[in-house]
């Protein structure tokens, strides 16, 4: 089992920053790739990046550009940095994991290669 908790969301006005944390714990070894998902209101639920955390530590984005994804391997925190920050980014974020290969899953669309989940962190984003 891997148990992953987000957190660093909140409320940001238009045009800032923003760093999401996600905790990873339990069995780790299972993990090969870190991905983060969000999720509007009255929206599907849409990839955001993806990170394969073994061996290279390739990132992928959907929508490359305001974000960056990255690991510190010595606390096993998996981050997603966004700059820019505009209104339509309000939605709740999630980090989720899986054994698979980033370029394997479906990162880019609901996540459903991925088996596991936090519980989400909300991000506001006010004009």
């Known amino acids: 089992q891997v148990n992953l908790v987000e957190s660093g969301g909140g409320s940001v006005p238009a045009g800032g920053s923003l760093r999401l944390s996600c905790t990873t714990s339990g069995q780790s070894f299972l993990v090969n790739s870190v991905a983060w998902f969000r999720q509007a209101p009255e929206k599907e639920r849409e990839g955001v990046a993806c990170l394969t955390t073994a061996p290279h530590g390739l990132a992928y984005y959907v929508n490359p550009g305001r974000w960056t994804i990255s690991r510190d391997n010595s606390n096993g925190k998996v981050y997603l940095e966004v700059d820019n920050l505009k209104p339509e980014d309000t939605a709740t974020y999630y980090c989720?994991?899986?054994?698979?290969?980033?370029?394997?899953?479906?990162?880019?669309?609901?996540?459903?290669?991925?088996?596991?989940w936090g519980q989400g962190t909300q991000v506001a984003v006010a004009s």
């Open positions: 989720a994991a899986t054994n698979e290969y980033c370029v394997h899953t479906d990162y880019r669309g609901r996540g459903r290669d991925f088996k596991y």
